[in-house]
């Protein structure tokens, strides 16, 4: 089958893609931006996979419907929730103009993955945008099958990099009243295995039209996937318990607690006092496999980053931070306007002794040069809003082009020239570069902040006394392999 993949550089999307790849079907990747795509990791495919670069939000740069041609099924896997406010109108718009353009385009199935919505008023705004964009694609004029899940639970997704971020970093929790509302938390390869299953042809007729709960065998409190995962990993944890609900209170406690931004947690938070229970279990007879439960899904999620094959991390979507996508493609570092600390040194390493420096910066291995100041600024940008350092990074030794390091973006990502430009996602007074080319005899290292008024030349000025100490010895580690 030609199948239409939306979101393709999301978490879902980088699973579910090497699946339907196997599986022997011809793939369209949809991204906002084919630089974020990596197609490196898909080459054994050849021309199974084709990226197509589209954004729902600005419907009048689509593909051509005529270039692109009839897919059977399309996959759609957009959601706006990290974009912050008005995240349901852009929902709306982006569903809505994805309505029009594959109309045009010619389909026969769309597969929708939303969220499980409970039978009761008041829905967050996070679970009625969900429905909403539902009731977008059900007016196309092909058929929607639409799978419902609660928590999703994998490596690098979401929920468990939240989880793991509390239960790793807190030995006691005092926890709001939503962590007693019960949940029907699904493995990320059971979620897979659901989306694949429902574009069998003999499946379509069964499916088509319809609306489906997926969850997996157990139904937990968010305060026993908690203690869960702390058994898992033969920890002993404290968790007291308060009756207080704040919404805006648990917000800042999740997102000073744990890697996520303001914006996903607020959104976030705003559904956890409402139950996210299967209310039928059609789908489980329909595409039968095996359901790992929570333990299960929990050792294999941290098997995963023990060997270091996490697929997809989900602060790796643009809307995880305040980066702007056009910087992408901006892949020179601003000249002119700018404030820099420019250096290059002599290699005492093999050229790819250094290379392979440069690309395990940041993350468990931190930065060559005062680790613990980087680790106190991510601290600071953190108290003011910004992401801060608990994102880490996807994998310990590569990178890729648009995913988040630190309180970075990474801008490019060119192993084989030896360059790496970073783009700084902290809270700051202008725009911040920091720049690494390894050439065949030297290593350059470029700092470049473009200042925003008065308040930006104050804030250079009062770092710089920092960067005559930081930036000389971390150019001169890199260089040494180190």
């Known amino acids: 089958m030609r199948v239409l993949v939306t979101g393709a550089n999301g978490y879902i999307g980088l699973r579910l893609i090497p699946s339907l790849l196997d599986a022997g079907h011809e793939v369209l990747a ?15 495919w050849g021309d199974q996979l084709r990226v197509l670069e589209g954004d729902f939000l600005r419907p009048e740069g689509l593909p051509d419907p005529l270039g692109v041609g009839e897919v059977d099924v399309a996959y759609y896997l957009v959601h ?13 718009c982006c569903a809505t103009s994805f309505v029009g353009w594959l109309n045009d385009l010619g389909c026969g ?12 008023v008041g829905l967050s705004e996070h679970l009625a945008s969900r429905n909403r964009v539902a009731e977008v694609l059900d007016s196309a004029d092909a058929s929607l ?38 949940c029907q938390p699904i493995a990320i390869r059971n979620v897979v295995g659901y989306l694949l299953g429902v574009i069998e042809p003999e499946r379509r ?17 968010y305060q026993e996937m908690l203690t869960g995962y702390a058994r898992v990993r033969g920890l002993k944890r404290v968790i007291v318990p308060v009756p207080l609900l704040s919404p805006k209170l648990s917000a800042h406690w999740l997102y000073f607690m744990t890697a996520t931004s303001f914006a996903l947690a607020k959104a976030l938070v705003g559904s956890l006092h409402l139950e996210t229970l299967c209310r039928e279990n059609t789908m489980a007879v329909l595409v039968p496999q095996d ?35 056009r910087h992408i493609r901006n892949v020179q570092v601003p000249a002119h306007g700018v404030l820099q600390d420019a250096r290059e040194v002599p290699l005492k390493a093999t050229r790819e002794e250094v290379i392979n420096a440069v690309w395990r910066l940041g993350g468990d291995s931190g930065w060559p040069s005062m680790d613990w100041a980087w680790r106190l600024r991510g601290l600071m940008d953190k108290m003011v809003g910004g992401s801060g350092m608990r994102r880490g990074r996807r994998d310990q030794f590569e990178l890729r082009t648009g995913e988040a390091l630190d309180f970075w973006r990474v801008v490019v990502a060119d192993r084989e020239q030896g360059r790496l430009v970073l783009f700084a996602e902290m809270k700051l007074p202008g725009e911040a570069w920091l720049e690494f080319t390894v050439k065949e005899g030297s290593l350059s290292q470029r700092a470049v902040f473009r200042p925003r008024g008065l308040f930006g030349r104050l804030y250079w000025a009062s770092t710089y006394p920092f960067h005559l100490i930081i930036f000389p010895q971390m150019v001169q580690r890199l260089a040494e392999g180190e």
Do not use: H
């Open 30 to 44: 949809f991204v906002r931006n084919p630089r974020r795509f990596p197609t490196e990791d898909f080459e054994e």
């Open 80 to 92: 706006s929730m990290g974009d912050g406010a008005a995240f349901g109108d852009k929902e709306e």
């Open 109 to 120: 199935l769309i597969v929708y993955l939303g969220g499980i919505t409970p039978d009761e």
């Open 145 to 182: 099958t639409c799978l419902r899940a609660s928590i999703i639970v994998g490596s690098g997704s979401a929920s468990f990099e939240i989880i793991r971020d509390l239960v790793e970093k807190l030995p006691m929790m005092i926890t709001p009243k939503w962590t007693r509302t019960r």
């Open 205 to 221: 007729a069964q499916v088509a039209g319809k609306g489906f709960d997926i969850g997996g065998p157990d139904v937990l409190t």
């Open 291 to 325: 359901l790992l439960n929570y333990d299960e899904a929990i050792e294999l999620a941290l098997s995963r980053v023990a060997q270091n094959r996490v697929a997809s991390v989900w602060y790796d979507a643009i809307s995880s931070g305040s980066f702007d996508p």
